[in-house]
């Protein structure tokens, strides 16, 4: 079973921006998405990509987030450019379907992700 672990999240002021990163311990074949859970709410798909490269996003980070995939290094990143406080979160990745939703129970311990107004 493929594990992951973030990285790169951190404290931003509003309209900045961070990479997060995903490193998977093997290759996969699968999708893999990125989800991002605040305090007192459920984890929610903020962007998906398959091994092709096609990608799909949440419309609330559409035209300021970027995922992509490096499968050389079985590594995915999320590129967040103007960050809003409401994108404040702990931001996980895992395998997914192409319609993003998680295959696997195992998730990592997330990178937290908070921005300043």
């Known amino acids: 079973q493929v594990q992951f672990v973030e990285s790169g999240g951190g404290l931003v002021q509003a309209g900045g921006s961070l990479r997060l990163s995903c490193a998977a311990s093997?290759?996969?074949?699968?999708?893999i998405a990125w989800y991002r859970q605040a305090p007192g709410k459920q984890r929610d798909l903020v962007a998906g990509i398959s091994f092709s490269g096609t990608t799909n996003y949440a419309d609330s980070v559409k035209g300021r987030f970027t995922i992509s995939r490096d499968k050389f290094k079985n590594t995915a990143y999320l590129q967040m450019n103007s960050l809003q406080p409401e994108d404040a979160a702990v931001y996980y990745c895992?395998?997914?379907?192409?319609?993003?939703?998680?295959?696997?129970?195992?998730w990592g311990q997330g990178t937290q992700v908070t921005v300043s107004s």
């Open positions: 895992n395998i997914a379907t192409s319609s993003g939703i998680a295959l696997s129970n195992s």
């Open positions: 093997r290759n996969t074949f699968n999708p």
